[in-house]
């Protein structure tokens, strides 16, 4: 799985329009042996805009308008293979091991035919697999150029050569407009596919992995695992979401010199995530400062057996900069310090005065019992107060619908931090139809609610009902037991110290993430990753991300 989205300028071919009578396959003056060489620059600190299919079928006829035939096909697929070019083994480099390249009915066959042409033309041994001959016009333009110049194209087999047979395998089976479950034919190639990805076969995919449905992350059928996917002119949600993240391994972004019609159509509601959408909004420390400058944050949970959930919480918000934590307990056994960091303050819920808190957080270990209800209904009450409402508390709204018509009411801002179950309880639905479209069911929940929501999972989505981002930070040891509850003490942490709700879930679920990676990095987790390991790394990204104090 990627641990980051890689966005690469992969505009390799041309980006100024070609003159009206130069072939779209001409190459700039650049030896055979070292094609120009693909961008992989990283950009952290910047959002990327994303775009559901449609809207880049709409930047695609608008920037072939302004160019000669076939133009955009032949950057896609050159650019394909100069990235590719460079990254062969030097028994493929030398024409003496082949790229398999798999080619489909549509315009993703047509990038494949480009891309095996140019790499034919460099000396690089191929072998074109087709699933179906081409339907549209500029595939079959394509197919024809690859012909001509002598590049062996040949049906699909159905059964699979020795798996270290090929160097590469680039997948330009199905593109952005799929939108069912593979079968028959095509479902057994990606299936041999797989075996050879299995056996050690690097995979780049082009626009999108065969098989994902690029709008939402989902497959309902076979689908390809890439190494590697470049997106042509924009990256589509699904590639960041569901199982995208798992299917498309590194996502690159070649735009193709259509830069001008990508920003005519960038509405800017849907980008993942990144520091620059929240780093203007982090809590700056000052030397004429104290506790009370960084905020009073409660940290409402904790039923009888379940008191560590809030005290993990409650320990995040320490460590992401708040001025003072209490932690209220439901249940009356809990304890009364915490030996590990007893700045905290711990008490009955009943007892504190919410009154007195820049921010409340309400649900880790509540428990859906009478007396969590009337907790969370005291919670409610904080008209105007910053609210996080999780775990059970997103239960108990499920489950009461006066408590869930107290939270639209609410003039305060108020964040839900729902995984695909409980968004599902909210939602009246099951989980499946959460998942087979997580944008519209997080956008859903955050127009109902009137909520910032954070739909928790891989590409944890955070919705604030107008905007919509998508993370691209976080790794697979995040999938264990209370890392939940860090997540909702950095998002309370940070509202108590004043950030807008978006700004803080956006925050906070960036850094839970790279947090995660850090700690993968210094050698801990992914498997065995604790919830509590990721508190000083959580502190460290923070402190990185933060200007320096004048």
């Known amino acids: 799985m990627s641990d980051s989205l890689r966005v690469d300028d992969a505009t390799a071919v041309t980006t100024d329009a ?6 779209p396959l001409a190459r700039p003056h650049a030896s055979p042996s070292r094609p120009d060489s693909v961008s992989e620059a990283i ?3 910047a959002s990327l805009s994303l775009f559901l299919p449609g809207a880049l079928r709409d930047v695609e006829r608008v920037a072939a308008a302004t160019l000669p035939p076939h133009t955009l096909m032949a950057r896609a697929g050159a650019a394909v293979a100069r990235w590719l070019y460079s990254r062969l083994p030097a028994l493929a480099s030398a024409g003496r091991q082949p790229v398999l390249l798999l080619a489909g009915p549509g315009n993703n066959g047509g990038d494949a035919y480009v ?9 690089v041994l ?4 087709q699933l179906a ?10 197919l024809a150029e690859a012909l001509a110049a002598g590049v062996p194209v040949r049906p699909a087999p159905s059964t699979w050569p020795e798996p270290s047979a090929y160097a590469w395998i680039v997948d330009g089976l199905f593109g952005i407009g799929l939108s069912r479950a593979l079968e028959g034919p095509a479902a057994a190639l990606v299936r041999n596919i797989a ?8 995979v780049l995919a082009i626009d999108i992995p065969s098989g994902l449905m690029a709008a939402t992350g989902v497959a309902d059928g076979p689908v390809i695992h890439a190494d590697v996917t470049i997106a042509m002119l924009g990256a589509c949600p699904g590639l960041l979401t569901g199982i995208g993240r798992d299917a498309a391994g590194d996502v690159l972004v070649a735009k193709l010199g259509a830069e001008a019609a990508l920003a005519s159509h960038d509405e800017g509601a849907l980008s993942t995530s990144a520091p620059s959408a929240f780093v203007a909004d982090l809590p700056q420390r000052h030397h004429a400062s104290h506790k009370g400058s960084y905020g009073s944050l409660a940290i409402l949970g904790g039923q009888h057996g379940m008191v560590g959930a809030p005290m993990l919480s409650a320990r995040t918000g320490l460590m992401t900069g708040a001025g003072r934590v209490y932690v209220g307990f439901v249940a009356h056994d809990a304890p009364t310090w915490d030996p590990v960091h007893p700045e905290l303050m711990l008490r009955l819920a009943e007892d504190l005065d919410l009154t007195t808190m820049q921010a409340v957080c309400i649900g880790p270990g509540l428990g859906t019992s009478a007396a969590s209800a009337a907790c969370l209904s005291r919670a409610l009450a904080l008209d105007h107060t910053p609210l996080v409402i999780d775990a059970d508390a997103l239960n108990l ?7 869930a018509e107290r939270v639209r009411r609410r003039a305060g801002p108020t964040v839900l931090t729902p995984h695909p179950l409980e968004a599902a309880r909210l939602a009246g639905c099951d989980v499946a139809r959460i998942q087979s479209d997580r944008l519209a069911s997080a956008r859903a929940l955050a127009q109902h609610f009137g909520a910032t929501v954070v739909l928790k999972g891989s590409g944890s989505i955070v919705d604030d009902g107008a905007h919509a981002w998508i993370n691209t930070t976080g790794n697979a040891g995040l999938a264990t037991a209370g890392t939940g509850d860090v997540l909702t003490g950095a998002i309370g942490a940070l509202l108590a110290q004043g950030m807008p709700a978006p700004q803080a879930a956006l925050a906070a679920v960036w850094l839970h993430g790279k947090a995660a990676q850090r700690c993968v990095e210094d050698g801990i987790g992914p498997a065995g990753l604790t919830a509590s390991e990721l508190l000083p790394a959580i502190r460290a990204e923070l402190r990185e991300l933060r200007a320096p104090t004048p």
């Open 43 to 45: 950009h952290p600190t």
């Open 133 to 142: 001959p081409p339907t549209a016009d500029d595939a079959r333009w394509a």
């Open 126 to 129: 191929v072998d074109v697999w």
């Open 397 to 403: 709204l499920a489950a009461e619908p006066s408590l």
């Open 115 to 123: 891309a095996a042409h140019e790499l034919h033309r460099w000396g």
């Open 18 to 23: 070609s003159p009206a009578n130069a072939s």
């Open 195 to 202: 075996y050879a990805h299995e056996q050690g076969t690097p």
